[in-house]
């Protein structure tokens, strides 16, 4: 964890120019999942949207985060609104069914659409005996929206299917 990330780069395509903000200031909950290895991401217009993914949080521990963060581009690149109004920046909403690392995201019109993935808990190395891994075996769909700041989730759909949706390593 002493050695994750905590620095926003930002690229600019058109100036050709790449920014950096140091992130110290968040709170753990977002810093740990931005921080995230396997996280499942789509953009929607000038919103970045990422859910899960598995790392060291700030106690330690080996987990796969049940977040949904929602990184607005077109401010991200502005420090002083990430230090005085953080949530003008991103947003974030917990919930169980985000838990999941190394899924596949994709937006089809307003439905996204969450496949595949598993949940780590513990420590993962070559031969561990102390993490625990379950393969969700499940695609899922639904709707993200933020209404009056608060960010809703609607619709959810889930098709479980341990054929098609197992990973195969």
Same mark, same amino acid.
């Given at each position: ?100 690392? @190394? ?45 009056? @700041? ?20």
């Amino acid at each position: 964890r002493k050695t994750n990330n905590r620095q926003l780069y930002i690229w600019d395509p058109n100036k050709m120019e790449v920014d950096s903000i140091d992130l110290k200031f968040l709170p753990d909950s977002i810093i740990d999942p931005l921080s995230a290895a396997g996280t499942s991401f789509v953009q929607r217009n000038q919103f970045l949207y990422i859910i899960g993914g598995y790392g060291q949080n700030a106690q330690d521990s080996f987990v796969t985060y049940p977040s949904l963060l929602i990184l607005d581009l077109s401010q991200a690149n502005n420090s002083d609104t990430w230090k005085n109004d953080p949530t003008k920046v991103i947003r974030q909403v917990q919930n169980p069914n985000f838990a999941i690392a @190394g899924g596949q995201m994709v937006l089809i019109n307003d439905q996204f659409i969450l496949v595949g993935g598993n949940q780590f808990t513990g420590k993962y190395e070559d031969n561990s005996v102390g993490v625990k891994q379950k393969y969700l075996d499940k695609a899922s769909s639904f709707k993200i929206s933020i209404s009056e @700041g608060n960010i809703e989730i609607s619709d959810w759909h889930e098709m479980i299917d341990e054929f098609n949706f197992h990973r195969r390593d």
